[in-house]
């Protein structure tokens, strides 16, 4: 039992598109990942997948549409829905997802984690 | 499939106490409250739930304990632990937890708002 500062946890990494586990809670977990440019299109079969920027603009590229965030504003990708995040500049990012999944989902990629191999700030 | 901006979305009601939900993803809901003052001594035996601050002071008192949240703060009340949010002035919270979840646990208050009575922002 701790509190969270999200500044601090941030301020404590650098590098892009790995997930940082921050706390579980009820099968879920919470990641905080910092993002630049382009990942790999994929979807998560069983999972809803919540993106929360906390700074930068995002936008999560969806077949056929997109959606853009700014800070304080979250999306959920729901179950099953092809997705690819894409930031211009350097975002900051929540993640609230299952505690099983996949990074890449069902694409194997060198941004690929294994949920075993998720760090814990 | 919405973009959530929060601002507008805490700025859209002023009663405390009363959360209202924003997204639902794996079973969980996001939801927004205000508080301010004492809530009453609860616990949620089957869900772990996180009180994330968006604006003002928030104590979480354990028994025996307390944990303070200033913006950009968490934390997570494990399943079965008592617990009181207190706030001495206004604060703006989002909860995650199973949408399943009871505002004041097994215990009638005047601040118990069943789920399926849950308003939808």
Request: negative net charge; hydrophobic residues 45%.
């Amino acid at each position: 039992m701790k509190v969270v500062n999200l500044q601090q946890k941030f301020a404590s990494f650098d590098d892009v598109w790995v997930p940082r586990v921050v706390a579980e809670l009820n099968g879920q977990m919470v990641k905080l990942v910092k993002l630049i440019g382009e990942y790999v299109w994929h979807a998560h079969e069983h999972a809803d997948e919540m993106f929360w920027v906390i700074s930068g603009e995002l936008t999560i590229e969806l077949r056929g549409s997109s959606v853009q965030l700014g800070p304080g504003e979250f999306f959920v990708v729901p179950r099953g829905v092809e997705h690819r995040p894409v930031a211009p500049n350097l975002v900051a990012c929540v993640l609230f997802e299952p505690a099983s999944v996949r990074s890449t989902g069902e694409v194997d990629h060198e941004y690929t984690i294994e949920p075993e191999h998720l760090e814990r700030l």
